[in-house]
């Protein structure tokens, strides 16, 4: 099949993210002057949802209707994938009726999969091991707020999760330094060929980790899907938090961002979330810029108007 994918956030090239960039500032702004922009009138997302979902689906629902194309919610369990028909058929039959695919579910080969047997471009929206459209998010609201994240120090503070490991693939492409304070045992594994060793630092201590950093960064100890490890995360995790004392740590003019949903008082201080330095807000709503430009950037490729 040769449609372009996003699966994993080293998929695409630095320019293509720069362009990525440049795209969103472009939709972002003619949105705010409440300019109409319709290209993909006559185009339809699907969206199938393995798991639970607000940011994700609301994005790219709001951001689809604004893009002229129809958005379709797909939860899984209300249909034959529900049922064990297999993940090879349905892209098929998907890829045929609509024109993008979204996916957010449990292990990446299913996104993998979906995306060898689909005709349509396919987006990860999460899976266990990466989380490509928040980190673009991510990278693009912390440039908004504080210029080139290149040469940069973020903090990761907590789970080697699918976060942090789509922050250290984008940190071999913008060229920043990742420095994961996790607990034993919760060592980020590497799950691609590639050598981070000159952008990524795994670490035990939060302090060490937030020490001069740029961007501090956290998120819940137990992901979907992991539940039954609850209660040993809640213990293992219970020194991994960003506090106001963590952050004083950091550099004057650090931001700190979370993906969300956050758990005020376990991973994160309700002082820090609410508080000044955090931008989780644009964050979140950069979510629905980004994905847009995504989206528009997989049906139509690079584009002038
Ligand atoms: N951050 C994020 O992906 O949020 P949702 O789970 O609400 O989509
Ligand atoms: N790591 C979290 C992110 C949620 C957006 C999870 O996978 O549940």
Redesign the pocket.
Known sequence: MSAKHFLQFKDFTRDEYEYLFARTRILKERLRRGELYRPLVGKTLAMIFE?T?T??RVAFEAGMNQLGGHAMFLASKDTQLGRGEPIEDVARVIGRMCDIVMLRTYEQNIVDTFAAYSNAPVINA?T?EY?PC?TLADIFTYIEHRGSIEGKTVAWIG?S???SRTWMQASRIFNFKLKLASPKGYDMKVLDELDYSATFEQLRDPREAAEGADLVST??CV???YERESLQRRVDFLHYKVTTELMALAKPNAVFMH???AHRGEEVDPEVLDGPQSIVWDEAENRMHTQKALMEYLLLGRVNS
């Open positions: 798991k979902s940011r994700t999460l266990n989380h928040q789970d999760n699918n976060i998120d819940v992901s979907m899907g993906c969300l949903p």
